[in-house]
């Protein structure tokens, strides 16, 4: 279960007090940014943070009922399981929260939870804000809620005492945009794997070792997940199968529709899966394909790439950032070119290694800390 925190919410510990906000929680809460936050936090208090992590009540499970999770302590706070007001009503009372815990500083991670920043700062927090893309280009958004985040995102740019950018892409809409010139670029991390030996689970799947095609995230538009089933059922061989591994946070009739189009295609949909099952997935799969239509910087990228597997990525700026070949390109949104760029690669035998250096959670944990040394008291 955990220590219990203490009245404050903090155990008694030196070092800085972060209160950390924007995320839906920690651990085995899928999504990127929460995986971001559960590499990164356990990093900073074995740098000597006191780190507390408010998560949205509405994506804790009865299983997931904790007090603290690798020296960070958890605190639940009421979100409903809304998507248009799920994020602001949120950091909404983890502001509140936050002040009342008298922290050093506030880290809010993504811009619809950012558009709480000027009343985080007119209660006296100091607050950090890490952008981890433009989520207004997301397709299940109406056009309240990507006014909202719009919003937030030139809040956060305007009043958060310092800002982080995950990639340089992004870096360089905020100085165009919003004329800030000081944001602090920190990559997105990705951890050196053990490969699994095992075949087990993915034998229950009815696949062969380099057999099958993989991806993974969550089931909305961007994703482009229903181009890559329509390219996959166009390719000339029959020998490979598709795996999917995901759910939607929120079914829509776009994620009912994509797993009907999936079962029909004779596709693989894992749900969501962690640990060993998703270890064997990566250890074993042929082709890892990205075909997504917006990115900050994709973690599962950065994951594919930690197995040294061949990828096929779409060529959104996020993705280009990344710097890969040519021919590790597809045209974003052309299911053809995915299609005749995926019939190549499955035809290739060559041994792939990849420079991961600059994602390195250890180096990405001493940057924060950085950043934070320069609002915490003397």
Not at 124 to 143: E, F, P
Request: net charge positive.
């Amino acid at each position: 279960m955990g220590d219990k925190p203490n009245a404050r919410g903090f155990e008694k510990k030196v070092g800085m007090k972060i209160v950390v906000a924007g995320t839906r929680g920690i651990p085995n809460i899928p999504g990127g940014v929460e995986t971001h936050c559960e590499e990164l936090y356990p990093r900073l208090v074995s740098l000597g943070c006191e780190v507390l992590l408010i998560r949205r009540s509405c994506y804790v499970s009865r299983n997931n009922k904790i007090n603290s999770y690798k020296g960070i302590v958890l605190k639940d706070l009421y979100a409903p399981k809304q998507k248009t007001f799920e994020a602001f009503l949120h950091t909404f009372l983890a502001v509140f929260y936050a002040k009342k815990t008298k922290t050093d500083i506030l880290h809010i991670h993504a811009i619809g939870p950012s558009i709480m920043t000027p009343l985080a700062r007119l209660l006296g927090l100091k607050v950090v804000v890490t952008h981890h893309g433009q989520d207004y280009y997301r397709h299940k958004w109406g056009k309240i809620a990507k006014a909202a985040l719009k919003i937030g995102e030139r809040l956060s740019a305007k009043y958060a005492n310092e800002l982080i950018v995950i990639s340089e892409n992004i870096n360089t809409f905020i100085q165009r945009k919003y004329k800030r010139f000081n944001a602090n670029l920190i990559h997105n991390g990705v951890n050196i794997p053990v490969k699994s030996p095992e075949t087990t689970y993915i034998q229950s799947l009815d696949l062969t070792p380099q057999k099958y095609i993989f991806t993974l995230g969550r089931f909305v538009k961007e994703k482009g997940f229903h181009g890559l089933i329509e390219a996959f059922t166009k390719l000339n061989t029959k020998e490979f199968k598709l795996v999917i591994a995901g759910d939607a946070d929120h079914p829509d009739a776009y994620s009912e529709n994509l797993k009907q189009f999936a079962k029909e295609s004779g596709v693989i949909l894992t749900g969501f899966i962690k640990g060993e099952k998703l270890n064997e997935l990566f250890s074993n799969a042929k082709l890892f394909v990205l075909p997504s239509f917006h990115e900050g910087l994709p973690i599962s990228l950065l994951e594919a790439m930690s197995y040294d597997m061949d990828v096929l990525i779409s060529d959104i700026p996020a993705n280009l950032e990344i710097k890969l070949p040519d021919d590790y390109y597809f045209k974003c949104g052309d299911w053809n070119d995915l299609k005749n760029k995926m019939e190549e690669k499955l035809c290739q035998r060559e041994h792939i290694k990849y420079d991961l250096s600059m994602y390195n959670w250890d180096t990405i944990a001493e940057q924060t800390i950085a950043v934070y040394q320069r609002l915490a008291p003397k």
